[in-house]
């Protein structure tokens, strides 16, 4: 909770539906829409059972009692049933209920043994684990009861309910039984997803005394609050993310909440899949974790590199810090957040409520501050861009195919409204993008139309340029140069030149509509995105592709760039940092070729010295075939078989076999064939079958030198049967003409008649 990281995670392996779960000290149960309860080990995360739940209907609530021996499981099929996880068996089984059993809780009291369990009807029903049997039928509710609370101390249960309720009962054991009653009915003006009885702590000791019991309720309008259980007043609210968001239907319903007495935090989760902890010490936001950001449609730096600015298919801004893993939900606008854009501490964002918003970045509070709202626009405000030198101007583009220059106020306590500077008609289809140049004296806009237009600062129109065959959807300039890169749904970049106007070069690499280009600080290479869900990167001069880089699984929207990284973000939801690493890979390239000098250096001393067992084994090192087959035919030439054995004896089996490799090759050419044979049988009388066997390339090896060694000595056994030919020759040469000298003759027949063939 401290780093917002992900430490452990678990999943069903064949993608079966988690409906509802429960956590005990040592273990967490989930059931899934299969009807299957799976348990899994927190410690190690493994999986330790599967079992088939006994109810016809999917599990709606799930819960542990006290001891985390039992579970209790409430289902769509109207019954409650109970299972002993330790002894793994079924223990109990209650019916009565005529709708979806939707909550079920047990009695935390070390010596009764009661079950709470509630219905979409707002029934509430208590079962007697020692008797087996109902014990009461409350009523009160008239809808789906969503969560009850116990304050034992006081002998205080509450229960909420969507009929916008609370009920505070009185709940006394007497000796081993238990009697209960209504207290209160609490109207709650909202509909509450969670419920907690505490004692009142000490951020509400000002509005009831210590001797009150109090309970905190949070629902559907994104607001916290704590009421008195005995006067049934609301003493305190809490919890709305920004005081500028005052529409209603924009704050985040809280879906669940869950009471952590170690941090006295209240963490609850939100309808957008966020976590947000609320401490009860302070009654303030102390940290919220970004869930499921959906799609991610833009990103932005700012001069703090570790902090991002994040638009994610959501009226809110994400804020998050690289360096701590802590996030941020910023509230402003009422609808989409569809482009962000940072200059310094400062960031602009449009919206799908026509508007754009200034910010300014609080770094030690890690906020964002409203200075600035600019209303104007008759649709969709599609781009944003903030000049890079002086701030205090923003442009924007919108559906309704106007550009305006906004003034801003960047020391500005307070929000204000934005004057426009100057406003034109650009396009005749919606514009999509908009960038500054470095100096602010340029602004390019990209429409529908296909066309990329340049205006001056002060408004007026320099030039169309012309080329694309379908919309523009980004633009950069260089920062460095007078370039300007644009991207289109032809799947294809262009660079332009500003001083003539003319397409340099167009990128083609994109199977899909390149949705993102920007320019890297150097200037002299660019990054681009788009729908195939690729990442690659340009050489500005030479047009060509230096390298491409996968890591999302959908299109990818949004691009930011930082001093040694790139951020990426897209319809998966993810948002990956990517790190520079070419002057690391530039320095390994040069220790490698460093190393592989020296080591050729003490080779060539290895092999004037002789050395051939320390020679050899450095060749394999350095995966030199040809100086090591001329080192084996140095000692075969000058020894014998006796000594390639020697040295072979003394190599590890991984130079072994390293070796058996490369007389793959020198088999297949019969100009090698001779040593490599050699070599061959060496191998084979220090190596035994089993261990060649063993090695996972063995068996292939064996087949791959059987092959071409069976041709060798056919063609041995073929030249050894031609050379009989002589020995018939001589003998019908002898009887044509014999030697006057007839022991000469004699002498001669013995010598030719004792041909060998080696």
Known sequence: METGLVVKSFEHDDGD???????????????????LLRQWNLEDQSHV???????????????FDSSATLIATGSVDCTVKVFDIVRKYHTHNFKGFSTGVSMVKFYPSQFLYLLFAASDDGAMKIFSLKKNTQLFNLTGHFERINDISFHL?????????????????????????????????????DVAEYVCCMSPPSSIEDVCSSEDIVFLTA????????????????????????????????????????YCEARNEIIASTFEENIIFYSLATLKVTKQLCGNLDQVLSLACFDNEDVVAIAASSSLIHLYNWQEGNSWLVAGHSDTVLQLTASGNFLASSSKDNTIRFWRLDVAKFDLQCIGIGVGHTLNVLGVA????????????????????????????SVQNLHVKWTSHAHDKQINCVCISPDDKLIATGGHD??????????????????????IWSLDFSPIESLLVSTSGDATLRIWNLLDYTCLHSLQGHDCAVVSAVYLPSGSQLISSGTDGLIKLWNTHSGSCDLTMEGHQGQIWGLAIATDSIISGGSDGQVIKWRDTTDEVLTAKTEETHML??????????????????????????????????????????????????????????????????LVKWNTNTKYVFTAQNILEAIFRILPPDKIVEHPEGKNLVENLLCYSERHFLRIDKVLEKSYLLDHLWFKM?????????????????????????
């Open 386 to 413: 903030v000049f890079p030198l002086d701030c205090n101007f923003v442009a924007s583009v919108s559906e309704d195919c106007t550009i305006k220059v906004w003034e801003v106020e960047t020391d500005a306590i």
């Open 219 to 258: 629902g559907q309008k994104g607001v916290l609050k704590f009421w008195n259980a005995n006067t049934g007043e609301c003493v305190k609210a809490f919890g709305k993310l920004s005081k500028d968001r005052k529409v209603k239907s924009d704050l985040p319903s809280i879906t669940g909440a869950v």
């Open 734 to 758: 002898r009887d044509i003409t014999l030697p006057a000298d007839k022991d000469a003759s004699m002498e001669l027949d013995e010598s030719h008649s004792s041909v060998e063939i080696d």
């Open 49 to 63: 059972r599967t079992w088939k739940a006994a109810h016809h209907s999917p599990i709606l609530s799930i819960c």
């Open 450 to 471: 296909k066309l990329v237009k340049i205006w001056s600062s002060n408004g007026s129109a320099l030039t169309t340029l012309r080329g694309h065959n379908k919309g």
């Open 597 to 662: 000098l020296k080591m050729n250096q003490d080779l060539q001393n290895l092999i004037q010295t002789k050395r051939h067992v320390e020679a050899i084994a450095l060749a394999i090192k350095l995966d030199m075939p040809s100086q090591l087959f001329a080192l084996f035919s140095n000692v075969l030439s000058s020894g014998s078989q006796n000594d390639i054995i020697g040295v072979l004896s003394k190599l590890e089996d991984s130079d072994i076999f390293a070796v058996m490799n490369y």
């Open 17 to 35: 539906e988690v409906i509802c779960f429960t956590v005990s000290d040592e273990y967490l149960v989930s059931a899934s829409r299969r009807l």
């Open 153 to 189: 101390s006081s002998n205080t249960g509450v229960s909420v309910s969507r009929d916008n309720v609370a009920i505070v009962w009185n709940i006394d054991e007497v000796d081993d039984s238990l009697s209960i009653s209504s207290r209160k009915l609490v109207p709650l003006m």
